[in-house]
């Protein structure tokens, strides 16, 4: 079962543009979506998270939105720099339950000069 | 900055070789975790531990893996016999709360 889903599989962007990558989440259990960035060779790195007692969460350009009652959630990369070319993962995770993480397929961004 | 630290950071191994892939938490966490990420494609949990057992796995974890904290610091995956499948980008997180997981560099397993 494939717990969450996420698009596009990649996105190319010029540089100052906007990355919107999606997610959607089949358990209503999830209470914990997290956002990680990683890098060819590197672990992945945790970026923003969200819980669903709010609908956005923002940290510096990069914005969490969450849509409850649609089960999806979103990641928006405001002024895109080619420092921010990586892959990014959307996960989810039930914290009253366990702790595992359920990752999507990941989203490879190429950010263009 | 606190981080999790993972070694080796590749290893090859022949089929049926048992290994073991070891990992340093961040220091005053509590919860500790092995993914997998399976060349392009997206990470995969496998176990979770906590209060030195296993709090939770997945149906990757089979007989052939174990996990261990041998010691204050250190946590390793064991894998007892090693399978052509099981080459991968194996990662060690590590979390405070149970949430908030941070991930090591990853140790990348060969096996031939």
């Known amino acids: ?113 | 900055e606190p981080e999790v630290t993972q070694t080796p950071s590749h290893q090859v191994t022949q089929m049926g070789q048992e290994v073991i892939l070891r990992c340093v938490p961040i220091s005053n966490h509590l919860y500790f975790y092995w993914y997998r990420q399976i060349l392009g494609q997206k990470v995969e949990f496998l176990v979770s531990f906590y209060n030195n057992e296993i709090s939770e796995k997945s149906e990757i974890f089979d007989d052939q893996f174990s996990v261990e904290r041998p010691d204050g610091s250190n946590f390793t995956l064991k894998i007892r016999s090693t399978k052509l499948e099981d080459s991968a980008m194996y990662f060690c997180a590590s979390s405070g709360e149970p949430y908030e997981q941070y991930f090591g560099p990853g140790t990348r397993l060969t096996v031939t």
């Open chain 1, 1 to 113: 079962q494939q717990q969450v889903k996420q698009s596009p599989q990649s996105l190319i962007v010029q540089k100052g543009g906007i990355s919107i990558i999606n997610c959607a989440y089949e358990n209503t259990a999830f209470d914990y979506f997290p956002w990680y960035q990683q890098f060819p060779g590197k672990g992945p790195a945790l970026l923003i998270a969200i819980r669903p007692d709010v609908s956005e969460k923002k940290e510096g350009r990069f914005t969490i939105s969450f849509n409850k009652s649609a089960k999806q959630f979103s990641l928006h990369i405001m002024d895109s720099q080619p420092g921010d070319s990586a892959t990014y993962f959307c996960a989810a995770s039930n914290l009253s339950n366990d702790y595992k993480l359920s990752f999507g397929a990941g989203t490879t961004v190429t950010v263009r000069a």
